[in-house]
């Protein structure tokens, strides 16, 4: 079935899709709001009513300089220490102009590693924050590993603008039911972690 246009025939002017083209929308499931919090956590709703999780954080600023980061458990949140494989690259431009780069940052990704994988990296200036988001897929299945992607922008050190990706999986077929998100030293000072399930 074709995409129904409007007469100037324009993207923008797509009126109606086909029947077999659905889904996609965006429930808010919970709202977490950082005032001097060591960490943030999502402990209820994460389960099999949705195939996809989106987690959208917003102005993260910490109380030092440091990485802001996030793990899963597979127990309600007692503990955050699954093992994860994970890739990481990214882009940044210094404010002076003084500096570009764009790279594979290998102290960034893990090879089977438990601990919390960083997001990007945030410095404590009065105006510096970080946002993005973090996508999560069926992590109640209990036949595969968990992959979850990310990509973030934040003012980091010197001060530059760094846009960040990462992607990788959880290397478990428990379901994973809890995230947790922190920075890697200090707390989180300011911002909001927004999680929301995709139909």
């Not at 995409?3 to 965006?26: E, R, V």
């Not at 458990?73 to 500096?99: L, M, P, W």
């Not at 846009?163 to 990788?168: E, L, T």
């Not at 379901?175 to 909001?192: E, L, R």
Request: charged letters at 10%; proline letters at 2%; hydrophobic letters at 35%.
């Amino acid at each position: 079935m074709a995409l129904k246009f409007a007469n100037n025939n324009s993207l923008s002017a797509i009126t109606s899709l086909p029947a077999s083209i659905s889904g996609g929308a965006w429930t808010l499931l919970s709202t977490a709001t950082a005032s001097s919090s060591a960490t943030l956590s999502f402990t209820s709703g994460i389960d099999s009513t949705y195939k996809e999780y989106i987690f959208r954080f917003i102005n993260i600023h910490g109380a030092s300089t440091s990485d802001f980061t996030f793990n899963g458990s597979i127990d309600g949140g007692s503990n955050y220490n699954v093992a994860k494989t994970s890739t990481y690259f990214k882009a940044h431009h210094n404010e002076d102009d003084g500096e570009t780069d764009l790279s594979y940052n290998t102290s960034a990704d893990l090879a089977q590693g438990t601990g919390f994988q960083r997001i990007n990296g945030v410095v404590n200036d009065n105006d510096g924050s970080g946002s993005g988001t973090i996508h999560l897929f069926d992590p109640s299945n209990t036949t595969f590993i968990k992959h979850f992607i990310g990509v973030s922008d934040a003012m980091t050190t010197t001060p530059y603008n760094q846009n960040a990706y990462i992607g990788g999986y959880f290397n478990t077929t428990s379901a994973i039911n809890a995230v947790q998100f922190k920075f890697s030293s200090g707390d989180i000072d300011a911002g909001t972690i927004m999680m929301y399930g995709v139909s």
